[in-house]
């Protein structure tokens, strides 16, 4: 990062926003040489696919929901431009200081600020119960610990006692009786101590019982939470604008893999996805051993869904067996291949969690993608990177980074310099007055000037809401992370996705959950996710929570509307733009990074005609430095170099041997980086909001 106030003035290509899409074209383009500068406004990474802390996240809603900031954006739209910097036949478009992506945001907050002190008389009652309590607890395994000495020393004593010395003169017929005799007389005594020791062992276990039963142990339920203990626990959260997950085999991992950026991030497998079947929530049997060892489906439904799922990986290879229901409802082809009920919600909304009106083909791709990245990290197809997916555009940043490219947050551009004659941008009027030039305008949607885009643009939007709850959805012995497709309801097209997260996602403190609800907008983000939460949650009208209940408690939410653009041509969202300008979506309501990986390809190959998108990176160990005259590292210097011809500012360069033996183990290195050991996450620590 470049900390002067002065930037150079020549680029090859100026990046605005540092989301998804943004910082992997970055990388690329810095990985094949590209001179690059990138910029955010923000003073955090990542744009709308954010993650924060507690604060940060206030800060953030601060900010969306300011009156200042709803003026300045009104006031963009209609200010003048006045710039100095401008040269004859040029002109300039103003460029928007703060997005405008985020809508329809409300809070809800349900627990007290601070806890309630008792008043004096009930709190010095209630320590006198706890006192006498705890001194009985003490009292009675000292008392069975006495009782079992008493009878420990009976018994010594009664064998002392029983041991008696053989006679002087003693023959051997003599001996053999008297032997006799004492083995009978001992068997009889020992049964007799037996006897004795089992009754008065049952004494002590009834009176230990009976005291158990006066005071019987407090149940625990979960932990009681005010909005004082959350503040005092805000650096133990990562909060996500925009959760997503990667497909064990998906596109992105595969990048991560390939281009050995997987070193800068880790991840965890997720453990589980549930379902929502007769109002009750179960566990989706994924993997083979899960579909056999499930005790909710019957053996002939395990051989049908066997069978099924087994066709659907190699669907395109058999086209007789869904040819004529390509375009038809998915549902109904399901329903055509004689499954039951079950299997049928199973397979739509659990593993292809497609929409109602789905086709055949789209439900057949989706339950492919599904069943191709299972096994290999985990249990079940996915992974969540740790510390949440706001990680994963910072780990390419860091890779742009490391092939000098500049950043700056906290800056942008302020104008655009566009050509008239030839309708390019020759470069930027940044915010703090200086002009930089560049070949190429990288851009996210929301940095489109205004005068440029369309007054009636076909833009759709995703409702999302956070929610802190007290306990897991689905408790059970170990710590899950969850992925739960809930079947749209009546009316409506899209089904609500939810992901929760604990302590162990590093998420949010311990005792508390994290719950993700996001689905397709048609209205404000409440009313398109409310039902959903009162299926899931307890009603958050009632003040305390219900420890009965199998369902959770819903401590605190938020709800807001994200525009999504990631299905919309540019030219029905934009006119007027010049020809080397690109511009980037954000996040959408897609569960994977598939969209986002793809559109940086393309832009990619547009802008770089012929070049490898994003190559294996060196190891470190596997640079070699050179200094100010040109030797490299561990060579001695040789009387015919020249310092003037051979220096070069202490450029590095790969050893290529190296680089092409690298690709391939740094391929495998990436993997297990990826893999996360199945469940733990990769071997090189990321630390939570890594500045490059």
């Not at 002109?91 to 907050?109: I, K, W």
Request: hydrophobic content about 30%.
């Amino acid at each position: 990062i470049i900390m002067a106030d002065e930037l150079p003035t020549e680029f090859d290509a100026i990046v605005l926003g540092t989301g998804m899409a943004e910082s992997i074209l970055a990388a690329a383009l810095a990985r094949c040489g590209q001179k690059v500068l990138h910029l955010d406004r923000n003073d955090y990474y990542s744009g709308d696919w954010a993650t924060f802390n507690w604060d940060g996240l206030q800060r953030w809603i601060t900010r969306q929901t300011h009156p200042a900031v709803q003026a300045i954006n009104a006031a963009e739209e209609t200010n003048p431009v006045e710039c100095s910097k401008l040269e004859e036949g040029e002109t300039a478009l103003l460029v928007p200081q703060q997005a405008n992506t985020t809508s329809n945001l409300e809070m809800f907050t349900y627990v007290k600020e601070k806890a309630e002190e008792p008043p004096p008389v009930e709190k010095e009652s209630q320590e006198q119960e706890e006192t006498t309590t705890v001194q009985e607890e003490e009292q009675t395994p000292a008392m069975a610990e006495e009782t079992q000495q008493q009878i420990q020393t009976t018994d010594d004593s009664e064998q002392t006692s029983d041991e008696g010395e053989l006679p002087a003169k003693a023959t051997p017929e003599t001996f053999e009786t008297e032997t006799k005799d004492s083995h009978k007389d001992s068997n009889k005594c020992g049964e007799e101590k037996q006897d004795s020791q089992a009754q008065t062992s049952s004494s002590v276990q009834q009176e230990v019982q009976g005291k158990a039963e006066q005071h019987p142990p407090k149940k625990t339920g979960p932990k009681t939470w005010t909005m004082d203990d959350i503040h005092k626990e805000w650096r133990r959260f990562n909060i996500d604008l925009s959760p997503k997950m990667l497909f064990g085999r998906g596109s992105l991992v595969e990048l991560l893999i390939t281009s050995n950026i997987s070193r800068y991030c880790e991840f965890k497998a997720v453990s589980r996805i549930l379902t929502l079947l007769n109002g009750k929530l179960e566990q989706v049997p994924c993997s083979r051993a899960d579909v056999f060892s499930s005790k909710f489906v019957t053996v002939l439904e395990k051989r049908m869904l066997m069978k099924f799922l087994t066709f659907c990986v190699e669907y395109e290879q058999h086209p007789e067996e869904y040819q004529g229901w390509e375009e038809k409802p998915f549902s109904e082809y399901l329903q055509s291949r004689q499954l039951t009920p079950n299997l049928q919600h199973f397979v739509f909304h659990a593993i292809a969690m497609a929409t109602r009106d789905a086709t055949t083909q789209e439900g057949l791709k989706s339950t492919r993608r599904f069943l191709q990245s299972l096994g290999r990290y985990g249990n079940t197809p996915f992974l969540w990177p740790l510390y949440g997916p706001g990680e994963l555009p910072q780990c390419f940043c860091r890779m742009c980074a490391v092939f000098a490219g500049i950043y700056c947050l906290r800056r942008a551009a302020k104008e655009l310099v566009i050509d008239k004659d030839r309708n390019k941008c020759k470069g930027i009027i940044c915010t703090e007055g200086q002009r930089i030039s560049c070949r190429w305008i990288v851009m996210q949607g929301s940095y489109v000037p205004n005068k440029c885009r369309k007054p009636e643009s076909p833009v759709r939007s995703v409702s999302r809401g956070i929610f802190f709850t007290d306990r897991s959805m689905k408790c059970s012995e170990n710590e899950q992370i969850t992925l739960l497709s809930i079947p749209p309801a009546e009316g409506r097209n899209f089904p609500v996705r939810a992901v929760e997260l604990g302590n162990g996602a590093s998420a949010c403190p311990k005792g508390m959950f994290v719950v993700h609800l996001t689905c397709q907008g048609t209205g404000t983000a409440k009313a398109d996710l409310h039902p959903a939460a009162q299926q899931l949650f307890q009603p958050v009208d009632e003040e305390e929570a219900d420890s009965e209940s199998d369902k959770p408690k819903v401590l605190w939410c938020v709800y807001f509307n994200q525009l999504d653009s990631t299905d919309c041509d540019p030219s029905t969202l934009y006119t007027g733009l010049p020809d080397n300008v690109v511009v980037t979506s954000g996040p959408g309501v897609d569960l994977g990074y598939e969209q986002a990986v793809q559109q940086a390809r393309s832009l990619f190959e547009q802008m770089c005609p012929g070049e490898e998108f994003l190559p294996a990176a060196p190891n470190p160990e596997d640079i070699i430095y050179e200094d100010d005259d040109g030797y490299k590292s561990g060579e001695a210097p040789s009387s015919s170099d020249n310092s003037e011809e051979n220096g070069n500012d202490s450029e590095w360069k790969p050893d290529q041997d190296k680089l092409d033996e690298g690709g391939a183990g740094g391929a495998n290195d990436g993997s297990q980086g990826a893999s996360g050991g199945e469940a733990q996450g990769g071997d090189v620590d990321l630390p939570q909001g890594g500045d490059v």
